[in-house]
């Protein structure tokens, strides 16, 4: 497989956009990786697109105190986020398709050692209550140890500390997108 490289121009809004404007964004759709890149414990070297996970980021912290909502619709209809529906919206603004669940998002890209997760790479979680590796809970990590998502408490879009005991408890595994 061979990979085209291309200069993309991105421009970013200072101003938020009138209620009612359309943004065409293309999209592009991210296939899990086959083989051997995206088994656990296997180190796969690629650059990220700074620029792009900066977005993306900004994108998300413009949102911050959106409430949570377990199995919201589509944004801006239903006025909610789950921790999936989020990455998904967030990653969309920037026209990269995204399935909507957190354990169908965390097939996708390529895996990423915990130790080596950078801003924009998406960090996935076990649900509460549950052993293994049942995946449950999504979100973008913004740097040195946060993460951007949404969660019932404290409520809405938010951002945490996922390098903290708590979450690390949980942690599955992380995966690079961009």
Known sequence: MSIRRSKVQLTVLQEPMPAGTKLIIPTISVPPVPGRAS???KVVKIK???ELARII???GVRLRGTPYRLGAGPYPRSRAFDCSSFVRYVFGRCGIALPRSSRQQAAM???VRQS???PGDLVFFRRDGCSGNGIGHAGVDIGKGYMLHTYASPAGVTITRWRSPYW????VTARRIL
């Open 57 to 59: 980021i900004s994108v």
């Open 116 to 118: 080596a997760v950078q």
């Open 39 to 41: 088994k656990p414990g």
């Open 168 to 171: 690390l408890r949980r942690y």
């Open 48 to 50: 990220q697109h700074r």
């Open 109 to 111: 890209g390529r895996f």
